[in-house]
């Protein structure tokens, strides 16, 4: 069975009033039941760029050495809806002006900045704050909401901008320790603790699609910390705090963090004005009863899946070549592709095995 969550983005607490009790949160959309997962994956970075030193050190250790490059961020909106289940994170209703807070981190010496896609989309004014309480403007340079991540900039002296080092998300094992820094209800530099609870979990994006090898952590995390690093005991960010899971709409010890080589292979793009792109296939795909496969469950109308002549109840095996045994399995070959390779897909359909080629699609919006 998937790992697919669709827990709650931690964008920001309100901070006016008439925003809304609750009105940081909001529940991603659902994508066919919790036994289903959407087969349309961005394709991660075989690595990313390391610190020049990866001594362990304590947990004041990585505050002291990453505290400077940790940003809180503060976006005004107007005109957000006031419901918990909106995809607008901030809250507020018809023309109210709203405030909201998340976090951040320096990504480079020229003043990129990266948070989360839901902490700054439909922003109409944002304003960053560094360590020592100085205040900037900042601009979206460019967001990929598919898997969560924004890049904005600030035009701020060289004297503030301490770039945090991105670590190898690969290389991470559970029951590493972690840290997180972030402002959550706009308490700046706050630090907790935890372990890397899980791995390779996939979350939902606001965007209806899917955000594949989440690290899962106990590290508490609540709103206000979206944007924010993840970091390991040397220092280095291997993971942006995107999302948690809760009853309660607070920490309950499951967040979720957007892998380090995911964000080296998207904001890389973005920060160079590039779109990002993502394989789609454009199936709806579960467990089968009784083999071992991916179930289609919806074929997407004119998605490549449906061009290629694949049906629902159909049961894939094969992949280009790889054996297909979950649909686990099929989101990470489909992953590893790009919008126009051509693959074989082998399937069961009503016992007999058959194959098709598909050409893979680009994600749409």
Partial sequence: MSHRRTPILIAAAALVAGAGAGAGSYAAFGTGGANTTTVVHETVAAGSPAASSTKAMSVNGVYRAARDGVVEITVTSSGGSGSDNSPFPFGGSGSQRSEAQGSGFIYDSSGHIITNDHVVANATAISVMFSDGSKYSAKVVGADPSTDLAVIKVNAPASKLHPLSLGDSSKLAVGDGVVAIGSPFGLDETVTTGIVSALNRDISSTNNFTISGAIQTDAAINHGNSGGPLLNMSGQVIGIN??????????????????????????????????????????????????????????????????????????????????????????????????????????????????????IGKRPS
């Fill in 242 to 359: 995107t999302q948690i899971e809760s009853d309660s709409g607070g920490n309950e010890g499951v967040g979720f963090a957007v892998p380090s080589n995911t964000i080296s292979s998207v904001v890389s793009k973005l920060v160079n004005g590039q779109t990002v792109q993502h394989p789609y296939l454009g199936v709806f795909v579960q467990a089968p009863a009784n083999r071992s496969g991916a179930q289609v469950a919806q074929v997407k109308s004119g998605s490549p899946a449906a061009n290629a002549g694949l049906k629902a109840g159909d049961v894939i095996t094969g992949f280009a070549g790889e054996t297909i045994q979950s649909p686990d399995d099929l989101t990470a070959a489909v992953a590893t592709k790009a919008p126009g390779d051509k693959v074989s897909i082998t399937y069961v359909r009503n016992g007999t095995t058959k194959t098709t080629q598909v050409t």
